[in-house]
């Protein structure tokens, strides 16, 4: 920080957070806020525009008795009691009642706690109608009492509260409440904060506490969005606008009148001359992507005034950290109303960018037709994901306007932050938003628009047999011809002279999503590149000629479905598994591909000429806390692959015969996938043992094994304690190493 | 809570003495490993209750599969370890009735000790057990096993994201309160879901707290991974308030020393009737420790935040690595040699 720059303070980001001393010092008045609050209001504000804060000044400066309740704290029995929380759109409707009746009951006795504190008592009789038969409201007018009577709510099943909701009592006794404040204290003021933090249907007896004709104010405080249509649908006719009113906070933080509002908000949490130390282009910045949010505002400017390093750096980092912590927790919150609400956002900006190098203004979607609300149509899946947007500060309301309970926007805004990449210039004041028409529902609702790369398949066939050859070819006529294919891209092995093949090739299979291999004589080249395609969690189809080479085929390779290539009908089969592989990924996700295990080491195949290898690799491994397991021809394929595969050192015999297919399978699949763990990187190793003596013993190992020699080891059966005594040492200090700390 | 091996539940905690297993059948191979790891110590157990519930996983056709087999897996080993044992269905994201369930269940059995394979439960389950356990309600020797997995599923991978259908912000106890929430802690577990710990950061966030990093024995790479994984959620909640925040890394095996810093969290709240709130989403026991030392020690102002998830991916964890186990002391504490 430059020097002279006083030291900034930690931010008090939510208002919960700020000490009651603090309050009346740090809050500042939004625009267009009543000057008082005459009527019960509905308070709407997005999550940091500081709804809290303002309860609390309005508590702390209210002319009689003022009540502040979190109804998520009131209400918190309930998602214990029923695990539904406030995303819940999907309450059973038998339940409804009971979690209503219970609510009733929460509220009623929350608020005579809070009252009887301040003498305050109201009519037991009208009380009693908020609770269930089985609870009856204390004698003695004593805070003990209700504290019992609340634990005793708390423990009731929900079945007990069957009927409370009926009654309606809660507006006639908290009016009793309001009669008794009146004539001791003075009016009675219930602040009723974070109801979007509560299941939508808890709310329906809550909002009935709006209606103006009550003897008291009631103000509920939440975030757009929440529980609309239960607040529209409010049964005992409190009437947005009529009944009571609404007050949106922050829909105008475009205006100089908010954001001056903003940055005195803020200098009075981090002091007003560190705020005139900062650029006007950062302010501009700071503000803009802020939008409404005060708490993002704060979080901004503090991260900006202090710390390690650049200011610039600083800010940067933290509109970094910001952008994805919420787009993160959009994404992830809408996930079930849209399969990829990220990908929707930079779609939509990509179009609206058009080529231009950054926005110049706020990006509005604009629904433009009116979906009908047929059986089939997607408006409800829309309503709920707009609802759901607008709760979780997905999507915001455009400037000026004003969300309403059972509103359904035909226009939104994205949050500029979302918008925000490194380089982007500050708006000019007098931008006009870009605006992005969407015409049908469905369009919102799912990932389009963009070009997108069409998928490609890797044929593994060998090279030096014309039948494999023209099946490579064949296949892709097949495709060709089929509607769901003929945009696949085929590529294989085949490389121009001069290239180092063994890379370009395992690219091709890192890039396909499907890989056919010719297993015909289960050729080492074929089945370690189908190895490989194993490793990186492709779907692998083996093929053979015919299905008379299907008893040639070794028995671990049997295990799955072969297909051949032998006539048209079974062309068209593997044609057909390629399609189905490639349009169902949850098919695609079928097997269990497992991930390298560090301490596990592996051997395959004790042969008779190798024991005394063995029985070092076994010592070895036990001295540094590596699991030695041998697996062998009487095992099952299955789990020899699983276990193999997820080794971190394999040793593994080869000797020329059908056997040696599965290694090559296995080497594939490591060679897929180097190293072991995350973090520091941990080299898995593989070591072949071999009896023959040099080229003899090459041969029977596929090029494109023996070519990745940094994790390949070929040794005679004298070479293995070395190899495996290194293994383990690098594994030792590995595993004794710490995190990142 | 002491940490011990297969043997010595067998020597020092069972003794003969009437004993009933709790675990959970999943897609998850780890389902097994501890009830294989007594089989391999030739423990044997009165009675068993396989606890099994309906959760999304997907792919459905390969969950169903897994699930087949881990069930006839199950019946082969449970047979060596349980004189008799039985299923019962519970509510995967049941808190309250969970804890109804498994109080009758023990009240049934007479048991005088309970082995609690928290493996598989759901977090949500976890924690109402250790709520359960807090509360006194049940006069028995519990012991708790975990099985760690070889891998947690790479979410580098992940080809089909999942999402969070909801959140649940509630007392461990039966009526905590939030008051005065401008002194509230929290007690945060990050682990390799890093869009659970932001989903619950975008609802409610602590000022300051203690931030628990697990370590697990002889796998750094696990806890780099989280670290990683949460690094942005991380630096977002402490770059304001490190001085506000603690970080500690514990072993699955400390919990004396969770016990002692969640003590810690709980005495800065208690002092000003603040609430002390759970971010419990790394390993199980660490997640069960931190919920049972707020639930018997501050049941007026423990709070857990737990998104639920909208499904679960097969592929979230695979194999089994080794199986850990611990005694719980209850209110009567249990006599060890």
Known sequence: MASGVPAVAVPWTDGEKIPDRNVRDIFRRPPDLPQAFYRSSLIIGSRGVGKTTLLRYLKSTHDGVGVHISLAAEFATLGRQTVYGPLAVDIPSALEPLVMGKSTSLIATALAIRLIRKGVRGNDDLFQACLPQSLSVPTTSDEEGLLRLQRQIAK??????????????????????????????????????????????????????????????????????????????????????????????????????????????????????????????????????????????????????????????????????????????????????????????????????????????????????????????????????????????????????????????????????????????????????????????????????????????????????????????HLEQEMQQNPLLHQV???????????????????????????????????????????????????????VESKAAFQDVPKWLRMTQLAHYGDRSGLAGVATAVATYLHDRDLARQSHKPDAFPPRAVWLRSLPWSEQAHAQFISACGQ?????????????????????????????????????????????????????????RFNRKIVLVVEADGSEAEQLIASSLIRCADIVKVVKPSGVYAEVRAHCRVYRDWSRSRGSG | MKKLTVANVNEFVLRGRKTLWFGALS?????????????????????????????????????????????????????????????????????????????????????????????????INTLALAALVASGAVDVDFVVAYSIPENYRNTSDERAPIGWRDIIIAPLGETAQLFNEERGRGVIIPGHEPDRLVVALAEIEPSGGLILVAETDQRPDLRRRSEHLNQRAMRQLISMRSTLFRREVVSLAEFARVGELVENEIEQARQHDAPVMLFGYGPKPLVFFAALRLAESYPEGAWFVYPIPERYDLQYTSGVDRSIWYQVPTRVPASMA
């Open chain 1, 156 to 473: 009731t099943d929900l079945e007990a509260f069957d009927g409370v909701v009926d009654s309606h009592g809660l507006p006639d006794y908290v009016s009793s409440l309001g009669r008794a404040a009146e004539s001791s204290h003075g009016p009675l003021l219930l602040l009723l904060d974070r109801a979007d933090m509560v299941p939508p249907v808890s709310l329906v007896p809550v909002i009935d506490l709006l209606d103006q004709s009550q003897q008291f104010t009631a103000l509920i405080a939440m975030r757009p969005g929440h529980a609309s249509d239960v607040i529209a649908n409010s049964g005992e006719g409190a009437v947005a606008g009529d009944h009571y009113q609404i007050v949106h906070l922050g829909i105008r933080p475009r205006t100089e009148v908010w954001r001056d509002f903003v940055k005195s908000a803020v200098g009075a949490q981090l002091g007003h001359l560190s705020l005139e130390t900062i650029p006007e282009e950062v302010h501009a910045m700071v503000l803009q992507l802020s939008r409404e949010s005060l708490r993002n505002a704060l979080e901004l400017y503090a991260r900006y005034l202090q710390g390690d390093g650049e200011p610039a750096l600083r800010l940067k980092e933290a509109i970094e950290d910001m952008r994805d912590n919420q787009l993160a927790a959009a994404q992830k919150t809408l996930q079930r109303h849209h399969p990829d609400f990220r990908r929707f956002i930079n779609e939509s900006k990509k179009e609206s960018l058009n080529g231009k190098a950054g926005l110049d203004g706020p990006l509005i979607i604009s629904f433009s037709a009116t979906p009908s609300r047929s059986l089939f149509d997607h408006s409800n899946v829309l309503d709920r994901f707009v609802d759901s947007a607008l709760r979780g500060g997905a999507l915001c309301m455009p400037e000026g306007q004003k969300w309403l309970p059972g509103l359904r926007p035909s226009e939104l805004e994205v949050p500029p932050l979302f918008m925000w990449q490194e380089g982007d210039l500050p708006w000019h004041a007098s931008a006009s938003p870009s605006k992005l028409h969407i015409t049908r529902a469905k369009d919102a609702l799912s990932v389009s628009g963009g070009p997108t790369k069409p998928p490609s398949l890797f044929i593994a066939y060998r090279m030096d047999f014309e039948s494999s050859k023209a099946f490579r070819s």
């Open chain 1, 489 to 543: 891209v085929v590529k294989d092995g085949r490389v121009l002279p001069g290239e180092n093949w063994a890379p370009v090739i395992r690219e091709r299979i890192r890039s396909a999503r499907v890989v056919v291999g010719d297993v015909t004589g289960a050729r080492p080249e074929v089945v370690f590149e189908l190895g490989f395609a194993y490793g990186l969690k492709r779907v692998v189809i083996p093929v």
């Open chain 2, 27 to 123: 897609f998850e191979e780890r389902c097994l490993g501890a009830l294989r790891d007594a089989e391999a110590s030739r423990t044997t157990i009165d009675t068993g209750v396989l606890l099994t519930y309906e959760t999304h996983v997907t792919p459905e056709d390969a969950t169903r599969r897994l699930l087949k087999k881990h069930a006839s897996s199950f019946e082969v080993t449970a047979s060596k370890v349980f004189r008799s044992w039985k299923e019962l269905k519970i509510d995967a994201y049941g808190f309250q009735r969970f804890q109804d369930q498994i109080l009758a269940e023990i009240e049934e059995s007479a048991a005088e000790v309970v082995v609690f394979d928290i493996t598989c439960l759901t977090k």
């Open chain 1, 624 to 680: 540094d806390g590596m699991r030695p397991e041998t697996y062998g021809p009487e095992d099952d394929p299955e789990i020899v692959i699983e276990k193999a595969c997820s080794s971190s050192l394999l040793v593994a015999t080869i000797d020329g015969t059908e056997a040696d297919s599965l290694v090559h399978y296995i080497c594939g699949a490591i060679v897929a996938r180097p190293s072991a763990g995350s973090g520091p």
